[in-house]
T-cell receptor, first 113, second 112 residues
Framework: DAGVIQSPRHEVTEMGQEVTLRCKPI?????LFWYRQTMMRGLELLIY????????DSGMPEDRFSAKMPNASFSTLKIQPSEPRDSAVYFC???????????FGSGTRLTVV | RKEVEQDPGPFNVPEGATVAFNCTYS??????FFWYRQDCRKEPKLLMS???SGNEDGRFTAQLNRASQYISLLIRDSKLSDSATYLC?????????????FGKGTHLIIQP
């Protein structure tokens, strides 16, 4: 099993540009999560999907953020326009039932200058 | 408000020593508990679940104290490779991802 695959690993972009982060969950996992991690705030849940359907997006900070899951094997998180305060590590994770824990991808380190 | 609190550390511990740290949670409706480990510039990885009766996995022991609302992680005979940040995770009875809360982590440094 290749695990949760995220791309790109690193992204440096200029303020105002559109950024798209990608995630391929583990095959068979029903749940997919997008998290953001910063030193100040720790891990924050942005949005999660169950069977490709967005269930809770209350963690999405602003309308500049959007996420999609067009099929069971792919999800995107888009930021448009990006701002310096969006700089963080963005993790995607997938799971079966909650009690079995999550598997995280390697993350995308985003720097907006 | 759902709070999961951890001492950020760092805990500086000599190799071979025993170290323990706690995590407190505020919502008494919490149902499930986990410890995750995160290495520098890496993703969090599940270390172990925490059961009501306590559980052990090699050198690691996790315990739950529902009366005082905290969980603990004890590491015996610490190794240099144990240096990492340990994240406490609490799931509330509401379930769903909004019922899963991560602490900010405790940074552990094992010194030779």
């Amino acid at each position: 099993d290749a695990g949760v695959i995220q791309s790109p690993r690193h992204e440096v972009t200029e303020m105002g540009q559109e950024v798209t982060l990608r995630c391929k969950p583990i095959s068979g996992h029903d749940y997919l999560f997008w998290y953001r991690q910063t030193m100040m705030r720790g891990l924050e849940l942005l949005i999660y999907f169950n069977n490709n359907v967005p269930i809770d997006d209350s963690g999405m900070p602003e309308d500049r953020f959007s996420a999609k899951m067009p099929n069971a094997s792919f999800s995107t998180l888009k930021i448009q326009p990006s701002e310096p305060r969006d700089s963080a590590v963005y993790f995607c994770a997938s799971s079966l039932p909650w009690t079995e824990g999550y598997t995280f991808g390697s993350g995308t380190r985003l720097t907006v200058v | 408000r759902k709070e999961v609190e951890q001492d950020p550390g760092p805990f500086n511990v000599p190799e071979g020593a025993t170290v323990a740290f706690n995590c407190t949670y505020s919502n008494s409706a919490s149902q499930s508990f986990f410890w995750y480990r995160q290495d520098c510039r890496k993703e969090p990885k599940l270390l172990m679940s925490v059961y009501s009766s306590g559980n052990e996995d090699g050198r690691f022991t996790a315990q739950l104290n529902r009366a005082s609302q905290y969980i603990s992680l004890l590491i015996r005979d610490s190794k240099l490779s144990d240096s990492a940040t340990y994240l406490c995770v609490v799931m509330y009875s509401g379930g769903g991802a909004d019922g899963l809360t991560f602490g900010k982590g405790t940074h552990l440094i094992i010194q030779p």
